[in-house]
């Protein structure tokens, strides 16, 4: 779809040669996203369980294609006190934006080292949303609510998904060739790589078995009715 919108614009009173290098130009960047297969995975803890909210990511280790996919834009909104999302996942240059849907106050923050930030109490939108400008997992808190906890997986490369509640993740459609995959979820002790190899045509969901430890999560404090944890 790319290549052909491009080539529409470029015909536009250009010499027939230059007009063949720039469609040559274009096929050969746009190239790898017509190619390729689906790549999806499957998730499953040490229990046999489904494990959600495992980033899965492919980096290409054929020199493949750069990514020239835009960065986009994601809400991580506090509800009920508490991150909705969980866990985010992101390509390097995304915005995260951070609404407060309670009418409680929130001081949303990040003493990480990649992404240090701080948004002072508000409540309705933020004032602007973060850039995550560099990859690596970055823990999100609230100064107010200590159980409050969000992660953002900012990865360098297009291809990533976040698994579902029923394990699975699919990435969508990648070139052919080989790739390191990277997979972190919040319970495991270090992010678990495979290597893979996309070849063209349909292909079963990866199955990968992850070694999960204790959830660390701090537990929500009775509410002033006395009606146990949340
Ligand atoms: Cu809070």
């Given at each position: 779809m790319f290549s052909g919108s491009l080539s529409a614009s470029a015909e536009l009173g250009r010499p027939p040669d230059q007009r063949a290098m720039v469609l040559v130009l274009a096929a050969l960047v746009f190239a790898p996203f017509a190619a390729g297969?689906?790549?999806?995975?499957?998730?499953?803890d040490q229990k046999n369980q489904p494990v959600a909210d495992a980033v899965v990511s492919l980096l290409p280790l054929d020199a493949a294609a750069k990514s020239v996919a835009p960065a986009e834009a994601a809400v991580i909104?506090?509800?009920?006190?508490?991150?909705?999302?969980?866990?985010t996942a992101v390509q390097v240059g995304s915005a995260v934006h951070f609404p407060n849907r309670d009418t409680v106050k929130h001081q949303v923050y990040?003493?990480?080292?990649?992404?240090?930030?701080e948004l002072p109490l508000y409540v309705g939108?933020?004032?602007?949303?973060?850039?995550?400008?560099r990859p690596g997992v970055i823990a999100v808190g609230c100064n107010i609510h200590d159980w409050?906890?969000?992660y953002v997986v900012v990865l360098d490369t297009p291809w990533f998904a976040k698994s579902a509640a029923d394990g699975t993740a699919s990435?969508?459609?990648?070139?052919?060739?080989?790739?390191?995959?990277?997979?972190?979820?919040p319970r495991l002790d270090k992010p678990v790589t495979r290597e893979i190899t996309v070849t063209e045509g349909p292909a079963a969901p990866t199955a990968v078995t992850l070694e999960l430890g204790r959830d660390r999560r701090i537990r929500r404090t009775p509410d002033?009715?006395?009606?146990?944890y949340k």
């Open positions: 297969a689906e790549v999806a995975f499957k998730f499953i909104s506090q509800q009920k006190q508490e991150f909705i999302p969980y866990v990040s003493s990480s080292k990649i992404k240090k930030f939108e933020a004032k602007e949303p973060i850039v995550f400008d409050m906890l969000a990435i969508g459609r990648a070139p052919p060739g080989r790739y390191r995959v990277e997979i972190w979820q002033a009715k006395g009606g146990g």
